[in-house]
């Protein structure tokens, strides 16, 4: 390890060692490495530009950041504690590299507005990187559907048979759950893309900067106004943690059906080989471990989400060391949400088999229909409550009976009223069920086929 400095000429002696790696965020802020380059090499280009440092000093310091990018790449910088964070790393080698001109580098600037900046590049990169994600999963969801638009699934409201659906209908609720959370993240992007480069440490600075020309040079939409907020406002990744755990929430439903899908009892879908794991002990056994272990790390991600709030709500103005630690959970965030999308991506692709048949089997097994029945007698006059209940005496009486209403006779039907006619049998038979409810965004197939078009269209949204 190399030696620890002493602060400055104001102190005396060097840090307690302990107290060094309890003040330290090398270890996880080196992932904001090449961020903090690029940003550091946008300050140079500005000093030179308003002419607080020379060109040819420019240059040169641009120069001497880009060799730490290389180093970085090819594995040969490794910073310690003794750096204390990444900002320091990247000036103490820059004054290895470029000698005492690299003491230059950090005037006019704070690792205040500094790390801001590399928080908001490295966001803004990730969030590129997780829509795009969310695109191909969007893309998975919408093949699948589009191969099962006449594939029945049973319905549930409460877990209990509700009515059947299009198992493309049920895969595209999906989709728009994904949609949202594309536009979501677009919208949480347009916050991360302020540039607080050049606040200073809270105050701004003596030199005549120039902060537009900074967030020109890295992308930045605007600059942030007031030099405190600057510093201090973590709000733009507050609010990525509160969409990258939207994406969890839905992810996790999606596993929770996938797995109840999969177990004997439902036996609506296969899991293949490539994505299902085995026990120990139990040589039967096939286990969905992949969508357990996305509903499994949605916790992580919806902590974080509370770790920062709480972090930050007593913060007075500006910037206070607790700021140090929105990273590691934001980082873990962004990690957890790109591999969850990533196998789940692969799972509906290539992990599951729906059971068609043993879905077609299942939709006739059950009251699902009586909705349909209810709804024959209103279609027929019959105030729609009058009409719910006698279904629900017909339901009683066919329990008993040990049928179902498929099963009732036409003398049984018209007993029960006189409305009832021969295409009662069509009007439950559970594909018309589906194709019946032809309500904008309902399951009907004419409805499914239309919403998969409209999908299709929404993904071609920039
Ligand atoms: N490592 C610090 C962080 O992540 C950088 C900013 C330090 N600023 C300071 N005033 N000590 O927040």
Redesign the pocket.
Known sequence: MKEQQTWSQRFESALHPAIALFNA?IHF?IELIEYDITGSQAHAKMLAHTGIISQQEGEKLVAGLEEIRQEYRQGKFHPGVEAE?V?FAVERRLVEIVGDLGKKLHTARS??DQ?GTDTRLYLRNQIQQIRKQLREFQQVLLDIAEKHVETLIPGYTHLQRAQPLSLAHHLLAYFHMAQRDWERLGDVSRRVNISPLGCGALAGTTFPIDRHYTAKLLDFEGVYANSLDGVSDRDFAIEFLCATSLIMVHLSRLSEEVILWGSEEFGFVTLKDSCATGSSIMPQKKNPDVPELVRGKTGRVFGHLQAMLVMMKGLPLA?N?D??ED?EGLFDSVNTVKACLEAMTILLQEGLEFRTQRLAEAVTQDFSNATDVADYLAARGVPFREAYNLVGKVVKISIAGGKLLKDLSLEEWQELHPAFAEDIYGAISPRQVVAARNSYGGTGFAQVKQALLAARAQMTTK
């Open positions: 965020s802020d964070d900002h690792r205040n790390v910037y060391k700021l140090q990273k």
